[in-house]
């Protein structure tokens, strides 16, 4: 069943590469506009996820991360943000496949969360947590689009060539 976490982790990349290639078609005024949306706008919600991917993934590997809030705005301009996503997305595979190499989510994550309150978290509902964040997001940055001339492009782990079995 953890396996997959492996085809997630894929999709993921593949879904990212997607929607950014799709907000690269929008002029910077569309992109940057102010919304009505929990972080304010498309470049400010793919700065969200990129923040969290980097919290999540240095507590799975132990490093230490930078990002203060949730809120941090990781990259000022989209081609640095779509250039930190790529290297981020390559991560993401390696530490999956990493996790599941070494014992299969076995365990729980010991971290603390932003606030500092200690936290403890099976790896499998960790992993779960990753992958269920970017939907949610990729999902509003998708309704964003809509809200634009561009076309929001499929996201469904239905289209995603590797979940073909």
């Known amino acids: 069943m953890f396996d997959s976490f492996r085809t997630l982790a894929r999709w993921t990349g593949w879904a990212n590469q997607r929607i950014y290639s799709a907000c690269s078609e929008l002029d910077p005024t569309e992109y940057f ?12 919600t793919l700065n969200h ?18 990002i203060p809030s949730l ?7 989209f081609s640095s943000l779509r ?15 990493l996790i599941l190499d070494k014992d299969g989510c076995a365990g729980n994550l010991s971290f603390n969360s932003m606030d ?12 779960s947590q990753l992958f269920l ?4 997001h990729r999902g509003q940055v998708h309704a964003l689009l809509s809200q634009t001339a561009v076309t929001p492009p499929a996201l469904d782990l239905t289209y995603f060539p590797g979940a073909a079995g």
């Not at 809120?71 to 301009?77: I, L, P, T």
């Open 116 to 127: 500092g309150t200690p936290r403890q978290m099976p790896i499998h509902l960790v992993l």
């Open 83 to 97: 250039d930190a996503r790529f290297v981020e997305d390559v991560r993401i595979v390696e530490t999956t496949d």
């Open 133 to 136: 964040h970017h939907a949610h």
């Open 49 to 66: 996820l990129l923040a969290t991917d980097r919290i999540w993934l240095a507590r799975l590997t132990g490093e230490p991360h930078n």
């Open 33 to 44: 506009r102010p919304r009505a949306c929990a972080f304010g706008s498309i470049h400010r």
């Open 71 to 77: 809120d941090y705005e990781v990259c000022v301009d």
